[in-house]
């Protein structure tokens, strides 16, 4: 009899345990009695019970509530269900017991939802809402699926090739339907965004799922099956973004991205944008006024070949920060793509924000695929397959055009269900919000997702007109057009609505609307050769020219178009930018592009941005903390972790993890970082040669932290610089002082032999230097010289000190060193003149002990003079004094000067500070202690006083240290004889006169200099082997007075280099050989450039303006030299007092 209806509608173990009573209640024998079947049948029959009870579904899902005609009718197509299995079951017996008596197999449990396994009871109930995808997914789901299933039989059956090859390409057919539809599916399987489809590992999972579920005694309908083979791919614990245990790291690098902006550089970017748009519209203007046949300049009404700024600069400088600053005040479209290996997921290792994964895939795919039930490449009695379109067949221009079709339709689709012009807007804005939050991680994944299929459906859809292969090419229209124009009537109300929120801001930049940014980050990234492609005829060399390639046909479009939006591309890379973007005309791209003026390319990003964050100093002692050296340079280093920093700052510098001491590249870069080497590729009419100094430039620049400083305006040349950047000197000397070649730990001065100083130094002199070509360092020699021997007197002092791991010793290399240790490594000098050195040193020690300590228990010795620096940088101009407080900051920073090549007087100077590196600095700039204009805070230099309250009474603010400021003074020669001791005592060797502190500047005294002019000048005669005649030595330091208005001049003159007398830090770190055949390379250059000048109308051996003496006009007969008739003529003065007479024979 039928059990009472207890049927429970909420899950399906109620469902099922229902349907059991129902069949034990008829007939209690007939559920234990499974039938004897293959597990293809199995397979058939389950997938039967499954479309009937789908159909069932979908009416009740569409009719509810059922009347009574629908209630028969669902009767009756059971009845007719049952009849066609009967039918096929009666077919079944008939074939398969071949006339034999079968054994009927003994009686077994009815398998029940508890007996599967946990994957497979998930599996269950996640095909229950199968039907909750569009119709789309499910139909391509199932077709790809049955097709993987046939494969799969058929190859157990038979492991021919042939069969195996179609099983293979049937996984990979199903797997990019689940790439495809990866987002809809992710709504039933949540870590399904974990997977990534094209991986080995997918293929691999997916055979021994459908090996499981063919093997199982237990049937199940497709769409379980299907759920239970999405289980089985190779899910992540991680969410996608967090690979390799990286999210914490993630999270930081999102934080340091959303901080406050620092610096002018999205304003000035603006303005450059804004002041090029108007130079081109008015060219264009005024071409088409001077002709009355129209070109496509005029016609476009921009005298370019697209709207486009590439924003090229070295590795974190601020270069994306910039261009997501644009999205505050303009519609900013945004992507960023890095390479990876298929199986490898983004990681923050490689740069952030992390890559738009699905676009990197769209490009870097083989073939697309598109699930059709009538494939032509189906075979009779085959299972049909999916359409196949391999991408080699598709041009660059189809597949770029594509990408950006696509990408502005489905942000079109995205905006128009918005309400208002701010909603679009704070839509685009979080876009772009890289906040680390799944959330918007998840909206920007689910964007570019469905970008990508938007472009697939454009290639497929266009595929037949691209292979036309017209040139140019017909697709972009097709492609581009329609989505431009819908995208344009989305943003118009946007940009309308930024021009009133900013107004303050339009107004400062002198508009009244802005265009709209498309910026692709790592846009080098976009070119990805596919061999078979790459043989093809193709009307754009990559997918970068494409893209030119299709900004230019919107510039078109918007000519034709006045309510489309300016679409202005910004281009950004680092990693071969500057190789990439910095091409010159000739070199960028079609034919048409040739004829276009070559759009200029932004360098300005800011720089030391981030240092205003950081307070004041605590003591002097700080300048050689992580703190506070990673406050100055590129934004990059804030960012850094404290614990891997010194690691990750070197293999910025190097390219790589570690320095390669044999290339010239590297080696280059390493003494940029320090000693303030700049590049200007020159033709000079040697073009291998000048490729070999592009190539090192641009290498330089997107490997090893150089920055880019200028750009000709047609791209042909330009210059990288080193300026001051602490962080990367303190890598490049801890390099330098370390074991070679691996670096597995610093020598301790006791055997220096292996230190990579002598390499690095050697593949500069015997390398890099030929590579730079002769116009490098020329005229400048001997003040590179000087400063190198000047960086290895410092380094020289700290290498005993250097212990400990990597960050220990950057510490070490960034401390201040004493003055006197300094002087020691610059020369060793006899009694007399080492006691002129301690003399004027002490002289100023004491004064600043009187004036801060006299009431001080603190011990004289306690106040030393103090050098800090670990690199040097050259002032772009002339100076004719000098501030405290200047040297201040430069002393803080670890920079010494070198001089403008035209500065009079001293080549450089060293700041100096005279004081205790462990006196205290006022935290709060509000204290009493702070500078006032009446003279009476305490802790300050009073006006009427010779001395200030002591140290103990209390800390001084920051600013006073200026007052303490002094500097040591370098002057190179570089001649083969010797200065004579006229030169040598030239008032403007005492170096630029100090100006008063800035916290005395009101009371207008000059009294409060430490000292009026340097504490020291070097004379470093370079060039010369000449030892002094009236002493023993190669060196003397002395006091003496200048012959001008009587200044004391404190100066340690040394002869030469060759001498062991003549800087001893050449042997503590073994380079002695190394500089010496740098000086001769140098010395060998100027021995014949000097007779190969052409004389200076206003410069010359008679017409000086500093001498007082009579001009001599025109050149002199030389005494040597014959005259026309013979006769010997007058002796006159020689053009040059280096010039010596021929010999004659």
């Given at each position: 009899?039928?059990?009472p209806v207890r049927l429970s509608l909420q899950d399906i173990d109620s469902i099922q345990q229902h349907l059991n009573d129902l069949i034990e209640a008829q007939d209690g024998s007939i559920s234990n009695t499974p ?298 479209l945004y992507t960023c793509l890095r390479r990876k290996a298929p199986d490898e997921r983004p990681s923050v290792v490689d740069g952030y924000p992390l890559g738009d994964t699905r676009l990197y895939t769209y490009f ?91 472009a697939e459906d454009l290639i497929w859809r266009h595929h037949p007109l691209d292979q036309r292969g017209s040139v140019p090419s017909e697709v972009f229209g097709p492609c581009l057009d329609s989505p431009a124009l ?660």
């Amino acid at each position: 009899m039928t059990p009472p209806v207890r049927l429970s509608l909420q899950d399906i173990d109620s469902i099922q345990q229902h349907l059991n009573d129902l069949i034990e209640a008829q007939d209690g024998s007939i559920s234990n009695t499974p039938r004897d079947m293959s597990t293809n049948q199995k397979t058939k029959l389950a997938n039967v019970a499954h479309y009937v009870t789908l159909a069932i579904r979908r009416m009740l899902s569409d009719t509810v509530p059922l009347q009574d005609a629908h209630k028969k009718a669902i009767h009756l197509f059971l009845d007719d269900v049952f009849e066609a299995l009967n039918n096929q079951a009666a077919r079944h017996d008939d074939t398969s017991s071949d006339g034999r008596c079968i054994t009927p197999p003994s009686p077994r449990s009815v398998m029940t939802f508890n007996d599967l396994s946990p994957t497979r009871q998930q599996a269950a109930k996640a095909s229950e809402s199968f039907d909750q995808l569009k119709r789309e997914a499910r139909n391509d789901l199932t077709l790809t699926f049955s097709t993987m299933s046939s494969f799969y039989i058929a190859a157990a059956s038979e492991t021919t090739a042939s069969k195996q090859k179609r099983f293979e390409r049937s996984i990979l057919n199903f797997l990019d339907v689940v790439e495809e539809h990866q987002h809809a599916l992710a709504q039933l399987f949540p870590d399904l965004t974990t997977v990534n489809p094209t991986t080995g590992e997918c293929s691999s999972n997916v055979k021994d799922a459908l090996k499981h579920l063919h093997k199982s005694e237990i049937t199940s309908p497709d769409w379980e099956q299907i759920a239970y083979v999405l289980l089985r791919l190779p899910y992540r614990n991680e969410q996608p973004l967090r690979a390799d245990n990286l999210g914490e790291l993630e999270s930081h690098f999102a934080n340091q991205l959303r901080r406050n902006y620092r610096g002018d550089a999205p304003f000035r970017f603006l303005q450059f944008v804004l002041e090029v748009n108007q130079q081109r519209t008015e060219q264009a203007l005024q071409a088409a006024s001077r002709t009355s046949i129209p070109d496509d300049d005029s016609q476009s009404g921009f005298d370019a070949y697209l709207k486009m700024t590439s924003l090229v600069q070295s590795s974190g400088t601020g270069k994306t920060r910039l261009v997501l600053e644009l999205g505050k005040v303009a519609p900013l479209l945004y992507t960023c793509l890095r390479r990876k290996a298929p199986d490898e997921r983004p990681s923050v290792v490689d740069g952030y924000p992390l890559g738009d994964t699905r676009l990197y895939t769209y490009f870097s795919r083989s073939k697309i695929s598109r699930p059709t039930r009538n494939s032509a490449s189906a075979t009779a009695g085959d299972a049909p397959v999916a359409d196949i379109l391999e991408l080699s067949t598709v041009s660059y221009d189809l597949q770029v055009a594509a990408f950006v079709g696509g990408w502005f339709q489905t942000l079109a689709t995205e905006l128009r269900f918005l309400p208002d012009s701010q909603a679009k807007h704070e839509y685009l804005q979080k876009l772009n919000d890289f906040d680390g939050a799944d959330s918007t991680a998840s909206t920007r994944s689910k964007f570019f997702m469905d970008v990508a299929r938007a472009a697939e459906d454009l290639i497929w859809r266009h595929h037949p007109l691209d292979q036309r292969g017209s040139v140019p090419s017909e697709v972009f229209g097709p492609c581009l057009d329609s989505p431009a124009l819908a995208l344009s009537e989305q943003l118009q109300p946007v940009r309308q609505w930024l021009a009133q929120d900013k107004a303050e801001t339009y107004r400062s930049l002198g508009t009244h609307e802005l265009p709209v940014f498309v910026a692709v980050d790592e846009c080098v990234e976009l070119i990805i050769h596919n061999p078979a492609r790459r043989r093809a005829k193709q009307s754009s060399n990559d997918q970068l020219e494409s893209l030119r390639r299709a900004f230019n046909h919107l510039l078109g479009l918007e000519s034709q178009h006045k309510k489309i939006a300016s679409f202005w591309l910004v281009l950004l890379s680092t990693s071969t930018g500057a190789a990439t973007l910095i091409k010159p005309k000739e070199l960028q791209g079609s034919a048409r592009a040739l004829t276009r003026e070559v759009m200029p390319i932004f360098v300005g990003m800011g720089f030391d941005v981030l240092r205003s964050e950081q307070g004041p100093l605590r003591s002097p002692a700080d300048v050689s903390t992580l703190e506070h050296v990673r406050s100055y340079g590129r934004p990059l280093w804030s960012s850094l972790h404290d614990n891997s920093f010194w690691e990750v700052a070197q293999a910025k510098l190097f390219g790589k993890r570690t320095i390669d001491e044999a290339s010239s590249v590297v080696c280059y870069n390493v003494l940029a970082s320090r000693l303030a080497l700049r590049l200007v590729p020159v033709h000079d009419g040697d073009t291998a040669l000048f490729g070999e100094q592009k190539t090192l430039g641009t290498q330089s620049i997107d490997r090893h932290m150089r920055m880019l400083e200028h750009v000709a305006e047609d791209s042909s040349s330009f210059s990288i610089n080193a300026p001051s950047e602490p962080v990367l000197a303190v890598a490049a000397a801890l390099a330098m002082l370390s074991d070679s070649p691996q670096l597995p730990g610093i020598s301790t001065g006791q055997n220096s032999t292996s230190l990579a100083y002598a390499k690095i130094m050697k593949t500069f002199t015997t390398q890099s230097l030929a590579a730079l070509g002769p116009h490098f360092l020329k005229g400048t020699g001997g003040e590179f010289l000087t400063r190198c021997v000047m960086m290895a007197a410092c380094d020289a002092v700290k290498l005993p000190l250097l212990r400990g791991n990597l960050a220990n010793r950057a510490s070490t290399i960034s401390r201040p060193v004493e003055a006197g240790a300094f002087i020691h490594k610059l020369a060793q000098l006899d009694e007399a003149s080492q006691k002129a050195i301690t003399e004027r040193v002490d002289t100023v020690c004491s004064l600043v002990h009187q004036r801060l300590c006299a009431d001080s228990t603190a011990n004289k010795e306690d106040v030393q003079a103090w050098l800090n620096f670990s690199h040097f940088d050259e002032l772009p101009e002339v100076i004719t004094d000098i501030s405290p407080d200047y040297l201040w900051y430069c002393w803080k920073r670890g920079v010494a000067i070198q001089m403008a090549h035209r500065q009079p007087g001293v080549d450089g100077i060293i700041p100096v500070f005279v004081g205790q590196l462990s006196s205290k600095f006022v935290s709060d700039a509000t204290q009493e202690s702070q500078v006032r204009s009446d003279g009476d805070a305490p802790g300050i230099w009073s006006s009427g006083a010779a001395r200030m309250a002591p140290f103990d009474a209390g800390a001084i603010h920051e600013c006073e240290a200026a007052r303490q400021m002094t500097f040591i003074a370098w002057e190179s020669k570089f001649r083969k004889d010797a200065l004579v001791g006229e030169d040598a005592s030239k008032d403007a060797l005492t170096g630029p006169p100090l100006l008063p502190a800035a916290c005395d500047a009101s009371k207008g005294e000059l009294s409060s200099q430490l000292t009026k002019f340097g504490l020291l000048t070097v004379l470093a005669d370079l060039g010369t082997e000449q030892a002094f005649q009236d002493t023993r030595l190669q060196t003397r330091a002395e006091t003496i007075t200048t012959r001008g208005k009587g200044h004391q001049l404190s100066r340690l003159w040394i002869r030469g280099i060759s001498d062991v007398k003549a800087y001893p830090c050449l042997d503590n770190l073994k380079i002695r050989k190394q500089l010496l055949a740098l000086r001769t390379g140098f010395t060998d250059v100027r021995v014949y450039e000097q007779y190969n000048l052409n004389p200076h109308p206003l410069w010359n051996a008679g017409a000086k303006p500093d001498e007082m003496k009579p001009v001599v006009e025109g050149p002199s007969l030389l005494s040597s030299w014959p005259s026309p008739a013979g006769s010997s003529v007058i002796s006159l003065e020689q053009v040059g007092s280096h010039a010596e007479p021929m010999d004659q024979s």
